[in-house]
Each structure stands twice: as C-alpha cells, then as structure tokens.
C-alpha cells in the first residue's frame, strides 16, 4: 500500500488566487513527521514546511500553511496568494520517527499559475 | 554554508560503462542520502550514511551500485555496468543529525543512459 498518496497529477490556479494540494498518508507509527517540498523546473528538491504528528497547531510559514487532520490522515499543502514563481512540482512526503530515517515521498503534484 | 553540491550536473554514458556521482554536505552535517528520482515519480530512498558508515541501503540499490563516505565528508555513488533503466536524477541530501527533521537538497545529478 501506498504510504503516501497525491490524488491531482496536474493544477491550473490563477495567479493570487488560494491553492490547496492534497494529501494522504498512511502509518502505524505514532511518532512521525510530514513535509511539503518544492521542485522548480531546475530539479533541486526545495523545504517548505513541516508537521510532527504530536503537533497541536497546523504548521505555518509565510505564504505556506499545511492543513493537518490527524484522524483523516491527511496534510494538505495551503499556498495563500499564489504567483507566477510557485509553478513547480511538489511533493508530500512523510518520516516515520520509530522506524527508520527515511523520507517517503508521494508521486508529486505539477501546479502551474496562470497570468 | 554553501549548501549541498553535486558534481557532475549531468552525465550522459553509453550502456555497459560505469560512472561516479560525487556529493558534498553541508560542512559539519554528519548524516548524508541518495535519493534517486525517475520521471514523474517523487524521489525513492537508496542508502544513507551517519559519518563514514553506511547504516541503510535499499532493496532499489542492486549490486551494480556502490556508495561510499571513506572521511564522513563527501560521498561518491558508482553505478557499475550501466542500463537504460538507470536513466534518473539522483539527488543527495543532508541533515545534521537524526533529530533533524529537515534535509537539505542538492541540484541533483541526472544520468542519461544510452
């Protein structure tokens, strides 16, 4: 089974508007953590925000907010105002603290902000 | 910090030849990963190292693959008799330590096999 899941393969939002990317995860670990990262056209892997699972508050950052629901299992990705320079791919993705120290990533979603 | 540099950027190689793909880490950040990533799909862990030792490495990695961190500074990646299916970005990360949730990406080298 898929530990981490992107439902919307492709995004077309216009430019300041709002956009919420999707999505799911799976584990039994209590203990784990779920991040969203950026990949422009140029390829390198870019940090956007984190969420640990004993986190009472949705993380924030800037322009970038994850909407947590823990019960649902789901971390959607909240980009406020988007612009032209958030067009990239991202990518959930998910450590599981008591089980080994890799990052798991979904297959991604390409967002593309229009004029 | 300079941050995470990869070198070369990108490698284009015939099937059969072998080829290295060299890492540099953030300086002082002990835990180093490869990553590789194929079109469309999110990045898949390899292996990764604390120091100079290799604690995990994935079933992805076959034995045409070796990765090394002999001084627990930069890491080198081979990929020995290479095939088409090899064709990927392979990425490299690194993070201080284990409780550090973050890690820190390189641009990637991406491999082209012919």
């Known amino acids: 089974a898929q530990k981490i899941t992107q439902t919307q393969p492709g995004m077309f939002v216009q430019e300041k508007e709002a956009v919420t990317l999707d999505c799911t995860y799976d584990t039994s670990d209590p203990s784990y953590g779920l991040f969203w990262y950026k990949q422009p056209s140029s390829g390198e892997m870019i940090f956007l925000i984190y969420q640990g699972s004993y986190d009472q508050q949705n993380a924030t950052e800037g322009r970038y907010s994850l909407n947590f629901q823990k019960a649902r299992k789901s971390a959607n990705l909240v980009i406020s105002a988007s612009q032209l320079g958030d067009s990239a791919m991202y990518f959930c993705?998910?450590?599981?603290?008591?089980?080994?120290?890799?990052?798991?990533f979904g297959k991604g979603t390409r967002l593309h902000i229009l004029p | 910090d300079t941050g995470v540099s990869q070198d070369p950027r990108h490698k284009i190689t015939k099937r059969g030849q072998n080829v290295t793909f060299r890492c540099d880490p953030i300086?002082?950040?002990?835990?180093l990963y490869w990553y590789r990533q194929t079109l469309g799909q999110g990045p898949e862990f390899l292996t990764y190292?604390?120091?100079?030792?290799?604690?995990?490495k994935s079933r992805l990695l076959s034995d045409r693959f070796s990765a090394e961190r002999p001084k627990g500074s930069f890491s080198t990646l081979e990929i020995q008799r290479t095939e088409q299916g090899d064709s990927a970005m392979y990425l490299c990360?690194?993070?201080?330590?284990?409780?550090?949730?973050?890690?820190?990406f390189g641009p990637g080298t991406r491999l082209t096999v012919t």
């Open positions: 190292f604390q120091n100079e030792a290799q604690l995990e």
């Open positions: 300086s002082e950040h002990n835990r």
């Open positions: 990360a690194s993070t201080p330590g284990r409780s550090s949730y973050e890690q820190y």
């Open positions: 993705a998910m450590r599981e603290w008591n089980r080994d120290d890799k990052i798991i």
